[in-house]
């Protein structure tokens, strides 16, 4: 998942790592150069699919004007981490 609009700066890693590890999910979450974020989720689908909208809105400060979701197979991730 990438999400585009005014998302570093504004503890987006941090929040989006604290909903996933409170959802139980593994993953990571990281800033691109280009200003936008990227994640990958992994977990029972009903949780990412929670996440993913969580993303849309992201926290208090975050202005998230797109979120890019492709769907990938599975690498066994065992813990959610910032990257």
């Known amino acids: 998942m990438v999400v585009s609009g005014a998302v570093q ?3 987006f890693r941090d929040t989006c790592r604290r ?3 409170a959802a139980g999910l593994a993953g990571w979450v990281r800033n691109c150069r280009d200003g936008r974020v990227e994640a990958a989720f992994e977990g029972a ?3 990412v699919h929670a996440l993913v909208a969580w993303c849309r809105d992201g926290p208090p400060m975050a202005q998230v004007d797109d979120v890019e ?3 990938e197979d599975t690498t066994g991730e065992s813990l959610f981490r910032v990257r």
Do not use: L, N
């Open 9 to 11: 700066g504004v503890f």
């Open 19 to 21: 909903q996933a590890r």
């Open 45 to 47: 689908p009903s949780d």
């Open 69 to 71: 979701v492709v769907e």
